[in-house]
């Protein structure tokens, strides 16, 4: 039976050594003020041995089509984006053909898999949990590797993940047990059914997070419905450790198809499939657009409106009144520009001030962020990793060259001679139109414009309408008539707003999360809400005579 660890056994001697010497040690006359530091010595030697582990021989990652592994000519290679030389992984991406087969599959498990009791899918969900939980140290670490996530980054990572299985099952537990009545007509006995698409589902999925890339193909699956899923290259490795936990868990084959495989082949390719019933995605509002004209095109051969949910990143915004605190803005400010070198899809991409506020702002955001530690996120003192693809390592080199002639108040340079490595940069921007102000960066780079403490109206407008994305955004202030007036106007130019927090929230991957405008369908990710959106509910009227049956009497998935 796979498992989802790469060499539990010896995970377990080095487990029971640490034990026998900490035993050895009891008699120690410091025991009692060395035990806290020890269990960080014993899980440091841990996360050295799987480093090692992972090092020493690359993960193999095929095609998945049913039981199938699939080990294709297209081999890619998985490298340590902090340290280009060190190979991780292989992945084996599938052609066109594999990805047909890949459909074939999950519609021949797709009349199966729809009828599994809901009981039976949420114990598999829960059970791949409790296993995914058993791993997590290695997780973590192949986190870490993989994509260049410091050791907390990744670990909350991991917990999101364990907290989006878990909580999309309770939610499903919580719909199943939904019921309508008809009012008036007593002979009439109801029911409803959280019937699954009408074909086959695909995830496409990024790589900022495996919590992310998991939950696009997951949630479809747990509503019963059969699933490609497309992870990004990079987040392929650890995706495919999480798809063998849900194997093991008695997840059926064929229910979750793992296709790793060139984004654009793949999407041509499901799009042509008289049975596509719907994507659920994460990427670029370019590539979102790129789906919508392929659909648009292929409408007349589908059996039913494929249905198309997408996150797309957003233009994020901190906004700053005069009566904010500025140790609050600072703190806010560093972590949601600079955490995960700014690649989140909700990472902080511009900012405006008051000019009354801006000089302390200033020397302590300046001070906050030369203190980051850019390099090897294994190393505990380190804050920010690498660029974890070389696209965005480029698109960042372009950016970096452009802002040369503007006042850059820090960083401002970027290395790949061993790494994808860029310092964290904040520039000032004079202009209010400047386009730094109005397109998505996916990097650390922080523009902030300062406005007139009197324009602070003209300010707000600019951030409201300045940009055609609208994901998140965050605003700083202790008036509550100021925050209250700030809200209504910036309501439409995000999806997610906050008060006096950073814009990627304290609670990121826990609370319902997406974005309008160009920023996606605002679906609510993390919410019961997203997994009716891969439902296709059937209502069931039936008439009776005599006593109307009770709900449990009727045996229907």
Same mark, same amino acid.
């Given at each position: 039976?796979?498992?989802?660890?790469?060499?539990?056994?010896?995970?377990?001697?080095?487990?029971?050594?640490?034990?026998?010497?900490?035993?050895?040690?009891?008699?120690?006359?410091?025991?009692?003020?060395?035990?806290?530091?020890?269990?960080?010595?014993?899980?440091? &030697?841990?996360?050295?041995?799987?480093?090692?582990?992972?090092?020493?021989?690359?993960?193999?990652?095929?095609?998945? #089509?049913?039981?199938? $592994?699939?080990?294709?000519?297209?081999?890619?290679? #998985?490298?340590?984006?902090?340290?280009?030389?060190?190979?991780?992984?292989? #992945?084996?991406?599938a052609n066109r053909k594999q990805i047909e087969t890949a459909i074939k599959s999950a519609l021949l498990m797709q009349g199966t898999w729809s009828l599994v009791p809901i009981?039976?899918?949420?114990?598999?969900?829960?059970?791949?949990?409790?296993?995914?939980?058993?791993?997590?140290?290695?997780?973590?670490? *192949?986190?870490?590797?993989?994509?260049?996530?410091?050791?907390?980054?990744?670990?909350?990572?991991?917990?999101?993940?364990?907290?989006?299985?878990?909580?999309?099952?309770?939610?499903?537990?919580?719909?199943?047990?939904?019921?309508?009545?008809?009012?008036?007509?007593?002979n009439v006995f109801p029911s409803f059914h959280l019937r699954p698409m009408d074909g086959f589902v695909a995830a496409l999925a990024p790589f900022e997070s495996v919590a992310?890339?998991?939950?696009?193909?997951?949630?479809?699956?747990?509503?019963?419905?059969? &699933?490609?899923?497309?992870?990004?290259?990079?987040?392929?490795?650890?995706?495919?450790?999480?798809?063998?936990?849900?194997?093991?868990?008695?997840?059926?084959?064929?229910?979750?198809?793992?296709?790793?495989?060139?984004?654009?082949?793949?999407?041509?390719?499901?799009?042509?499939?008289?049975?596509?019933?719907?994507?659920?995605?994460?990427?670029?509002?370019?590539?979102?657009?790129?789906?919508?004209?392929?659909?648009?095109?292929?409408?007349?051969?589908?059996?039913? *409106?494929?249905?198309?949910?997408?996150?797309?990143?957003?233009?994020?915004?901190?906004?700053?009144?005069? %009566?904010?605190?500025?140790?609050? #803005?600072?703190?806010?400010?560093?972590?949601?520009?600079?955490?995960?070198?700014?690649?989140?899809?909700?990472?902080?991409?511009?900012?405006?001030?008051?000019?009354?506020?801006?000089?302390?702002?200033?020397?302590?955001?300046?001070?906050?962020?030369?203190?980051?530690?850019?390099?090897?996120?294994?190393? $505990?003192?380190?804050?920010?990793?690498?660029?974890?693809?070389?696209?965005?390592?480029?698109?960042?080199?372009?950016?970096?060259?452009?802002?040369?002639?503007?006042?850059?108040?820090?960083?401002?340079?970027?290395?790949?001679?061993?790494?994808?490595?860029?310092?964290?940069?904040?520039?000032?921007?004079?202009? $209010?139109?400047?386009?730094?102000?109005?397109? $998505?960066?996916?990097?650390?780079?922080?523009?902030?414009?300062?406005?007139?403490?009197?324009?602070?109206?003209?300010?707000?407008?600019?951030?409201?309408?300045?940009?055609?994305?609208?994901?998140?955004?965050?605003?700083?202030?202790?008036?509550?008539?100021?925050?209250?007036?700030?809200?209504?106007q910036l309501r439409m130019c995000a999806s997610n707003l906050y008060v006096n927090e950073r814009c990627t929230g304290s609670n990121y991957g826990l609370t319902p999360f997406?974005?309008?405008?160009? %920023?996606?369908?605002?679906?609510?990710?993390?919410?019961?809400?997203?997994?009716?959106?891969?439902?296709?509910?059937?209502?069931?009227?039936?008439?009776?005579?005599?006593?109307?049956?009770?709900?449990?009497?009727?045996?229907?998935?």
């Open positions: 039976m796979a498992r989802l660890s790469v060499d539990k056994e010896k995970t377990a001697l080095h487990q029971q050594e640490q034990r026998q010497k900490e035993e050895e040690e009891e008699d120690s006359d410091y025991h009692s003020a060395e035990d806290a530091p020890r269990v960080n010595r014993n899980e440091t &030697v841990l996360v050295n041995h799987a480093i090692q582990e992972f090092l020493r021989k690359p993960l193999e990652v095929p095609t998945i #089509v049913g039981d199938e $592994p699939v080990y294709t000519m297209d081999k890619q290679r #998985v490298s340590c984006p902090h340290h280009l030389k060190t190979n991780l992984a292989q #992945v084996y991406y009981a039976e899918r949420l114990a598999i969900w829960r059970r791949a949990a409790s296993i995914i939980e058993e791993d997590e140290l290695r997780l973590r670490v *192949f986190l870490m590797l993989t994509l260049s996530k410091t050791a907390d980054d990744a670990t909350r990572d991991i917990r999101r993940l364990l907290s989006s299985l878990r909580a999309n099952a309770d939610y499903l537990e919580h719909l199943s047990e939904l019921r309508f009545e008809i009012q008036g007509d007593m992310l890339s998991a939950s696009l193909a997951l949630c479809p699956a747990l509503m019963g419905n059969t &699933v490609l899923w497309n992870p990004s290259l990079e987040v392929a490795p650890v995706s495919f450790l999480i798809h063998r936990a849900f194997q093991e868990a008695g997840l059926p084959s064929g229910v979750v198809n793992f296709v790793p495989a060139n984004e654009r082949l793949f999407l041509d390719t499901i799009t042509e499939a008289v049975h596509f019933a719907g994507l659920n995605s994460q990427g670029s509002a370019a590539g979102y657009r790129h789906v919508h004209k392929l659909v648009s095109d292929r409408m007349e051969r589908y059996i039913c *409106f494929p249905r198309l949910v997408a996150e797309c990143p957003g233009q994020n915004f901190h906004f700053v009144h005069a %009566s904010a605190k500025v140790e609050s #803005v600072v703190s806010a400010t560093v972590k949601a520009a600079f955490g995960f070198a700014g690649q989140h899809a909700n990472s902080l991409s511009r900012m405006y001030v008051p000019s009354s506020l801006w000089p302390r702002i200033q020397a302590d955001l300046l001070e906050a962020t030369e203190q980051l530690i850019v390099g090897d996120p294994v190393q $505990p003192e380190t804050d920010m990793g690498a660029m974890v693809n070389l696209e965005g390592f480029h698109r960042m080199q372009k950016l970096l060259e452009r802002t040369m002639d503007m006042e850059q108040l820090c960083g401002g340079s970027c290395d790949d001679s061993i790494g994808r490595f860029v310092q964290p940069t904040i520039v000032r921007v004079t202009d $209010p139109l400047d386009p730094l102000l109005c397109e $998505p960066c996916s990097g650390p780079f922080l523009p902030v414009f300062v406005y007139a403490d009197d324009a602070f109206g003209e300010a707000l407008k600019l951030a409201a309408n300045q940009s055609r994305y609208a994901l998140s955004g965050s605003i700083f202030a202790s008036r509550d008539e100021v925050i209250l007036h700030c809200l209504n997406g974005g309008n405008r160009l %920023s996606g369908t605002n679906d609510k990710t993390g919410s019961a809400y997203f997994l009716m959106r891969w439902s296709s509910p059937l209502l069931i009227e039936e008439t009776v005579e005599g006593p109307v049956p009770s709900q449990g009497s009727r045996k229907f998935p």
